[in-house]
């Protein structure tokens, strides 16, 4: 695995937390998932309702 930005890597950690020691290259996957996030939320220029419009995605995905 290159080297990644502290963000990805801390999605990358969040998404591998319950296999430690096991890599599967997810990768592609994330970005998937990041990018349909990101295309289904309001832009806002302060970037705060963009934060808070994550929060909410990954809060209904948790609920499942």
């Known amino acids: ?3 990644l930005s502290p963000a990805a890597l801390a999605v990358w950690e ?3 937390e319950d296999v430690p020691g096991v890599f599967i290259d997810y990768g ?3 970005a998937a998932a990041l990018r349909a996030a990101a295309d289904h939320i309001d832009h806002d220029w302060s ?3 963009c ?3 994550l929060c909410e995605i990954a809060a ?3 609920a499942q």
Request: net charge negative; proline share 0%.
């Open 1 to 3: 695995m290159t080297d």
């Open 14 to 16: 969040a998404f591998n």
């Open 28 to 30: 592609d996957c994330l």
């Open 47 to 49: 970037g705060f309702n």
């Open 51 to 53: 934060v808070d419009a």
């Open 60 to 62: 209904e995905l948790e």
